[in-house]
């Protein structure tokens, strides 16, 4: 049986946790936010599973602090969400009958849409609304992405706030970056050495999120039409296609 929370409750034993998470992922998902134009060249109806291309090669990306994920006030809402979600929240959007489509998760959108939930719930907890001189934040999350991520669920509904801490967790380590960061050194007030790693300033092997992108985007414009799915089915492998 599961103990019932308050806002307040759950606030406090998760802040540590989502201190932590949101610092290294914000980092981390960097790396998944460069866009550079890709074309889709055909409909998944056109598309079969055997006709598959090679993995895109890995992008060189140097990690920097970003500006607009960095800001944690209500006012830094709408550039978060437009940096990290395409305008209806990433979904795959496919046809299910004539006057219905359905939104299926694109993975790296749904790990972006749980740091969202996270940074939300961070930046509501009583710290930061201390740091921010008591600003408040708006439910609908202040921007109009339609995150259907949430449907059905409380934001701050414990349950739903594990699910994404777990999985994020799980992105995380199915992604599996190696990139050896070196640390930082440098002296305290007192002369000390003191020394740390933020993975800044360093190369890492990232994937071209490009295609995410465009067929989500596109979906969004017209939902496409469905296939039979299977499992392990990817985004490249059912919407890319080796042009020659």
Known sequence: MTPSLTQSSTVRVF????MF???????????LLTAVTFPLTHCPAAQTLTDMSPPLAPKVKTFREIPVFL????AGDTAWADAALTPRGGFLWLRYNETTSHGWG???FHALHCLQTIRTIVRESPMMQEE???ATHDKGMAHDHDDGHDSGHNMMDPAHVAHCIGYIAQHLLCAADSTIEPPWIRQDKAGNPVTGVDGEGYEHQCRDNSLLWNVAKDSERKAFSRWDWKQGDTIESI???ETR
């Open 21 to 31: 998470i949101a610092v290294i992922v914000a980092v981390f998902h960097e790396q």
């Open 15 to 18: 802040l540590p946790i989502l």
């Open 71 to 74: 800001d944690m006030s209500p």
């Open 132 to 134: 921010s001189g008591g």
């Open 239 to 241: 919407f890319r296609k």
């Open 106 to 108: 694109i993975s790296m």
